[in-house]
């Protein structure tokens, strides 16, 4: 019997010879993806120049204004310094905007004359900010406040830590406590009944063994009935380990009347 001097016609040739044609296929797949990958990335980094290149432009048309028109009110009169790092950020902003409204500056080259004053986290919140929204004033401010805020427990923790030695003078003492005040028991347009529960949580939670105060703290309730079941939870699992609970009889009456 002759056997056949290769493998021409065989199904292992045809195997070898799909596999190879799918190889092929499957590279000219990664080359298209990888040019069509390139080009997003090209299309991406000229959106991102142009949009650098216009940021730019405007603050150099502001600059050339500014120079050219010279503000209503001298500036000696309306200092503008950076911001610090012991700078309330809320009151920073206050402070510009009515600075602003002074000189009778357009609202539309407010952000472009805050950028440069903005430092620490404020800078870093200005810096996420895509192109448009950098440059329009409301959003700008939302992005700084949602990042450098405090919380209404800090505000009542500063409300409650303040002294009169911080403050420097008394009628600073009672602005900055006012203010303090508000942002604690006004976060988020409290009611009255809300207002009073803030109050009442704080009290109860001093009131409470050092201990089970730290545990409830720490899970920063929300409510005052979350506060009080964390409270009872954190007594009734550490009875007898660390603070006792305070015996509390049933039966207050028999007291007055000893067993023979």
Request: glycine share 4%.
């Amino acid at each position: 019997m002759q056997t056949p001097s290769g493998t021409r016609g065989s199904p292992f040739a045809e195997i070898i010879t799909s596999l190879a044609g799918l190889h092929q296929e499957n590279h000219q797949a990664l080359l298209d993806l990888r040019a069509d990958q390139e080009q997003r990335f090209q299309a991406m980094m000229r959106v991102q120049q142009e949009d650098r290149e216009l940021f730019w432009s405007l603050l150099d048309r502001e600059v050339r204004m500014r120079s050219a028109s010279p503000s209503p009110i001298p500036a000696a009169h309306m200092p503008l310094t950076k911001m610090g790092a012991s700078d309330d950020p809320e009151a920073f902003l206050d402070l510009f905007e009515r600075t602003a409204e002074a000189c009778e500056w357009p609202s539309t080259s407010w952000p472009v004359r805050l950028i440069p004053l903005l430092s620490g986290e404020a800078q870093k919140a200005a810096q996420q900010l895509p192109v448009q929204n950098l440059l329009v004033y409301a959003d700008l401010k939302r992005a700084i406040l949602q990042r450098v805020s405090l919380s209404p427990e800090q505000h009542r923790q500063r409300f409650r830590s303040l002294e009169l030695a911080e403050a420097g003078r008394p009628f600073v003492l009672e602005q900055q406590l006012r203010d303090l005040c508000r942002k604690w028991l006004l976060a988020g347009g409290s009611d009255a009944e809300a207002i009073l529960d803030k109050v009442v949580l704080e009290q109860f939670i001093s009131r409470l063994p050092k201990r089970t105060a730290q545990w409830v703290q720490c899970h920063r309730p929300a409510s005052l009935d979350l506060a009080i079941q964390l409270a009872e939870d954190q007594l009734a699992a550490c009875s007898g380990v660390g603070e006792p609970l305070p015996s509390i009889s049933l039966f207050p009456c028999l007291s007055l009347f000893p067993f023979p």
